[in-house]
């Protein structure tokens, strides 16, 4: 069965440090990949997605992610964190045996630091 | 404004009682599904229906039931069968089933069984 896995359950970080969260997943054909976010008290919202195409996508709020096809991966970046991104991150992927089936990791909560 | 309402977002139950969630879309998509939340295992599904009168099973469906009679409206039906509901639960859309469609999530309901 297809799975996503996020190796940091929880980051605690100070504001204006550098952010990279992992996702790998375990599908080996053609997928398409996401990262959501939930903010506190907020509903799941999307924060980037990769098709196709350049492999380097950006999203909203200065967060990027790099998909790496050979690794498997599709990790999260921001180069500058604030306060308000602390929330809680989900990757996910599309694809496969699943079809248009989400499968979600486990989640990465950020804790940023004032 | 286009979106997922979900309803109640606090719900109490008393063990051996049904209690039935309410997911209502006005974004006209044809695809909507059912994820429970826990702390630390990320999303898991539950159903999804990708047209009216179809739904099928997900991940965990034991102990759940739903019905999709209207293209708008997905209902989950937490039952006294399922052993362990206290939990959040999310209703989310798609465009359709296919793979390169991002969902789109309610706000949640949290459930307590009491």
């Known amino acids: 069965a297809q799975s996503v896995s996020q190796h940091n359950h929880h980051v605690i970080l100070s504001e204006a440090a550098s952010l990279e969260l992992g996702c790998n997943y375990s599908?080996?054909?053609?997928?398409?990949l996401f990262w959501y976010v939930q903010y506190p008290g907020q509903h799941l919202q999307l924060l980037l997605k990769?098709?196709?195409?350049?492999?380097l996508v950006k999203g909203i709020k200065g967060f990027e992610a790099e998909f790496i096809k050979s690794k498997f991966s599709f990790n999260l970046r921001k180069p500058s964190v604030q306060w308000s991104d602390t929330a809680e991150y989900f990757c996910a992927v599309t694809g496969g045996t699943n079809a248009g089936k989400s499968t979600f990791g486990d989640g990465t909560t950020l804790t940023v630091k004032p | 404004d286009g979106g997922i309402t979900q309803s109640p977002k606090y719900l109490f139950r008393k063990e051996g009682q049904n209690v039935t969630l309410s997911c209502e879309q006005n974004l006209n998509h044809d695809a909507m599904y059912w994820y429970r939340q826990d702390p630390g295992q990320g999303l898991r599904l539950i159903y999804y229906s990708q047209i009216v009168n179809d739904f099928q099973k997900g991940d965990i469906a034991e102990g759940y039931s739903v019905s999709r009679e209207k293209k708008e409206s997905f209902p989950l039906t937490v039952t006294s069968a399922q052993k362990n509901p206290t939990a959040f639960y999310l209703c989310?859309?798609?465009?359709?089933?296919?793979?390169?469609?991002?969902?789109?999530f309610g706000q949640g309901t949290r459930l307590t069984v009491v």
């Open positions: 990769y098709f196709s195409g350049d492999p």
């Open positions: 599908y080996g054909g053609t997928v398409n």
């Open positions: 989310a859309s798609s465009i359709d089933l296919y793979w390169n469609t991002e969902a789109f």
